[in-house]
């Protein structure tokens, strides 16, 4: 009997925490919904990679000749007022509409993780001063401060870009530290303080992974804003240089014409409104994913 | 004898999941009569609380419940939510575990007691107000609460202990005629504790109700009940009179479960402890459901679930058992002798802790305090104690919640600090950790260990078994080599299989997830491990293993344990020193076998008095000090 007192079960027999894991653990197959926005998503990223070769024309070819031409034929979508290919602008657009809000979200996740998880693990003084660095880039009109800056130094889309990432790591940093903050002071942190595991080890590989699924979605998330947020500016003068085939430059340049083309402005439109939702709801989708990677009981 | 007030017929609960359904009870028949208080027993995951909701209609949505549940002569499981209203607080009363939770935070308790009370007076008016009111009152000192400012007091404001009266109180307001208490004292003090179910007990022969009593410890089922029902995996396995069943269990589960509680009164060789843990019903369906933990399984038990039958009117009765002894074992028979036999040799002492203390103490700590500041309010938790705990011993130290004695491991850990005071650990000045040497700090690590309370949250629920143990590992030893053979060592020293490595801790139970953090701290191979109430999560068969583990690894490491708990039994078994902390003192110290044979202080004798007795006086005793304490 000696033998059983310290053995534990075998390991054939599934532990009662296995078999009562709530029903949201369970592995879920996506909905149909979520299996749309990953085709459009896709569709995107097709047309980021291989927008040149499978462009049918030359998306600045002009053709003054040719100039609002309505959907059909060799335009499938149309001309624009240079007589200019839309289908294939819409393609050639996808890269900065697509590029730009990643290397944004990319960017702050980075940044706004690691000052989250610093602010939210050490707490005191650190805490203090990145929050209120924080508070003070909320109260600032993000818009505004990128209308200001670029119209002073010129413009361009990759001011805006660099701009956009500073105003959004505050978003990053908020919503990490929140989450680290609730991390803190579970057992398995203070565990591996005893152990002796180095802090920015305990921040990066303990707490990290436990806030990642907020951290993702907030990526996500602040991906569908910049990519509004970029198309704006291009719509508005702000970004893309002028000629460049961007969905937002799209928009302000079919204006005019909006009623002889249409397809030349609802197209961008709808591309920006899609890509945006889909983004959203795959990040909405992963969170929940992520979560029940690790749900304790 | 009259009639049964309560009469359930082979209840079953089942959960609607994708695979069918899973069984969470199979089978439970039970029978109360008015004036008698019966226990259902149970670890957790037997089906207890689902018995107890199935009982008052408060499944949750996606459970179902089958079979009979008659009550005044109607079949409860048949009843709309209508007429559920009519039973639930009238008929059948309800106490939950958790005082904290229980009562709606937002309302001051006179009127959580008012709003159950049967409507009387003429309601909206000033007398009926007043009426109302005075009867809220007359209902808090029915639970001993004589101060009537009580009724204008919010949930949050009273103690853990209070609240419970307050429920206790709300759920008797229209006088039902069954009352079931669902661990109504597990979430409080011992003490606390005593005074809670002493005075249920009054209140149920004052008002001869029926009492069902749901509780996974077996003293405080002797202590409360006249017949206890043991439920395991969802099927009873036994049912008998307290008395009979303490005297005799006759039942290999029963019997596992008695001698997996450490007793009070004496210091054993070894706790018996039953393997594995509680499995799901549907696991062991067809089968005796305890056959696979089971030291007497034989291939009888293997067909077909035996059926619980009555001892004294069975085919072959057995002999000096008298009717009313149910049993589901089929070996009963052949392994009664051996069941006698091994309580027998469990209940011998075991040989006394030497007396001294060994010569050099490893840590010591001199009139330490700590002071916690919130806002502008201080709290000591640690008002000037003194302890030490030298090389290699095992060291007890005993209090209630509040006591201060987790904020003392915790500044022994390093994660608080001292406010003031002397803590040396290994001849280094640590009081506070952030100002010492990184080489000092090193070597503090790894001489002083810590394992938390909740096995739940203290690992990493990201990260696999391998991972965490493999961290701690490199901490030890940044070159370390065949790391994954380390683990299984590891693994192997706290009795898991080396498989475990791949998985992540939410497969596990949480008596295999105690085992790991205990692995994870021995890593870094410590010279004193610091167990913060290590078992009190876990269930008593496993509590009795992973006690029998720390003692194991004493005996091979040589490791000394400072051994944190409120439980007066636990303490016995593990420790040679004690400390007894209250308010952040140390109100009494010395050997453990001493101080519990003839404790001195004042404070002391209360908690000793506080463990769960059988006897008639133990609820008695309590009575008479809880009217004092309620009165003050």
Not at chain 2, 323 to 346: F, K
Request: proline share 7%; net charge positive.
């Amino acid at each position: 009997m000696t033998d059983t007192v310290v053995a534990a079960p075998p390991p054939a027999a599934p532990s009662p925490a296995a078999r009562a894991r709530p029903v949201t653990a369970r592995r879920r197959r996506p909905s149909w919904v979520i299996v749309v926005c990953f085709v459009i998503v896709a569709v995107v990223v097709v047309m980021v990679v291989f927008g040149s070769v499978i462009a049918p024309q030359n998306p600045n070819a002009q053709n003054p000749l040719n100039a609002l031409a309505k959907p059909g034929g060799a335009h499938w979508l149309g001309t624009d007022s240079l007589g200019r290919d839309v289908f294939s602008r819409l393609i050639a657009g996808a890269r900065t509409a697509f590029i730009g809000p990643l290397v944004i979200a990319g960017a702050s996740m980075l940044v706004g993780n690691l000052l989250g998880l610093w602010a939210g693990y050490r707490g005191g003084r650190v805490d203090t001063v990145i929050m209120r660095w924080v508070d003070l880039m909320w109260s600032v009109p993000g818009l505004l401060v990128i209308i200001v800056v670029s119209g002073t130094l010129g413009g361009g889309y990759w001011l805006a870009v660099g701009l956009l990432v500073i105003l959004t790591i505050p978003f990053d940093t908020r919503v990490v530290r929140a989450a680290a903050l609730e991390q803190a002071p579970r057992p398995y942190v203070e565990a591996a303080r005893t152990l002796g595991v180095p802090g920015w080890r305990i921040m990066v590989w303990h707490i990290w992974p436990n806030v990642s699924p907020v951290a993702v979605a907030n990526a996500f998330l602040n991906f569908a804003g910049s990519l509004t947020a970029l198309a704006g500016l291009s719509f508005l003068g702000l970004g893309v240089a002028p000629g460049t085939p961007d969905w937002g430059l799209m928009l302000s340049e079919g204006l005019q014409d909006l009623f002889v083309n249409p397809v030349a402005v609802l197209a961008p439109g709808a591309l920006i409104v899609l890509t945006a939702t889909s983004m959203n709801l795959i990040g909405d989708w992963l969170q929940e994913r992520l979560s029940s990677r690790g749900a304790t009981r | 004898m009259n009639d049964p007030l309560l009469d359930v017929r082979d209840l079953r609960v089942s959960r609607r999941s994708p695979s069918g359904a899973d069984t969470l009870v199979s089978s439970v028949s039970l029978t109360l009569r008015a004036g008698e208080t019966i226990g259902i027993v149970g670890e957790s995951g037997s089906g207890k609380s689902m018995t107890a909701k199935a009982i008052t209609g408060l499944l949750p949505p996606g459970i179902t419940a089958s079979g009979e549940v008659r009550y005044g002569g109607r079949n409860l499981l048949t009843l709309r939510e209508r007429e559920w209203r009519g039973i639930r607080g009238r008929e059948i009363g309800l106490i939950l575990q958790d005082p904290f939770t229980m009562l709606n935070p937002v309302l001051r308790c006179g009127t959580i007691i008012s709003e159950s009370l049967p409507r009387a007076g003429a309601p909206g008016t000033a007398a009926g107000r007043a009426q109302r009111r005075a009867e809220a009152v007359r209902r808090l000192a029915e639970v001993g609460i004589a101060d009537p400012a009580v009724a204008d007091r919010y949930p949050f404001q009273l103690s853990g202990g209070m609240r419970q009266r307050v429920a206790i109180a709300a759920a008797l307001a229209r006088d039902p005629r069954v009352l079931i208490a669902d661990e109504p004292s597990t979430a409080l003090d011992a003490s606390t504790q005593q005074d809670i179910l002493a005075l249920i007990k009054r209140v149920q022969q004052a008002r001869g109700m029926g009492l069902v009593l749901i509780t996974h410890d077996l003293r405080v089922a002797f202590a409360m009940c006249d017949r206890i029902y043991v439920l395991y995996a969802g099927s009873l396995l036994e049912t008998a009179p307290a008395g009979e069943l303490e005297a005799e269990p006759l039942h290999p589960y029963s019997h596992g479960l008695l001698l997996s509680e450490p007793p009070a009164d004496h210091r054993v060789r070894d706790l018996v402890s039953i393997p594995g843990s509680v499995p799901a019903p549907d696991l062991v369906a067809g089968s005796c459901p305890f056959a696979p933990r089971c030291r007497w399984a034989a291939a009888a038990c293997e067909q077909g679930a035996p059926p619980l039958i009555d001892l004294a009117l069975a085919e072959v009765p057995l002999p000096g058992v008298a009717p009313g002894r149910l049993s589901a074992c089929l070996r009963l028979p052949d392994i009664r002798d051996d069941m006698v036999a091994l309580r027998e040799q469990a209940g011998q002492d075991a040989v006394a802790a030497p007396p001294g203390r060994s010569a050099a103490p490893l840590i010591q700590v001199s009139d330490l305090r700590k002071v916690f500041r919130q806002g502008s309010r201080t709290v000591t938790a640690l008002d000037g104690v003194s302890v030490e705990v030298g090389e290699g011993e095992s060291v007890g130290l005993v209090g209630e919640s509040g006591s201060g004695k987790t904020t003392l491991a915790r500044v022994l850990a390093g994660l608080e600090s001292a406010s003031s005071g002397q803590v040396t650990i290994d001849g280094v000045p640590a009081a506070d950790w952030g100002k010492l040497a990184g080489k000092d700090r090193r070597r503090l690590r790894g001489t002083i260990q810590i394992v938390f309370q909740d096995p739940y949250s203290s690992l990493n629920p990201m990260h696999t078994i391998g991972a965490a143990l493999g961290e701690a590992i490199a901490i030890r030893d940044p070159a370390a080599k065949n790391v994954s053979g380390q683990v299984a060592e590891l693994l192997q020293s706290v009795g898991l299989p080396a498989g475990y490595a791949r998985r992540r801790p939410a497969t596990l139970s949480g008596g295999e997830r105690q085992r790991v953090a205990i692995a994870r701290a021995l890593a870094v191979r410590p010279r004193v491990l610091i167990c913060d109430e290590p078992v009190s999560a876990l269930d008593v068969s496993v509590q009795a293993q992973i006690l029998n583990l720390l003692a194991a690894i004493r005996a091979d490491r040589g490791i000394g344990y400072l051994f944190i708990t409120h439980d007066l039994s636990i303490v016995r078994q593990i420790s040679d020193y004690l400390y007894v902390m209250h308010h952040g003192r140390v109100v009494e110290s010395g050997p453990t076998d001493r101080v519990l044979a003839s404790p001195a202080d004042p404070y002391t004798i209360k908690l000793l008095d506080s463990v769960p007795r059988p006897e008639a006086d133990w609820l008695a005793g309590s009575e008479a000090l809880s009217q004092g304490r309620a009165a003050s």
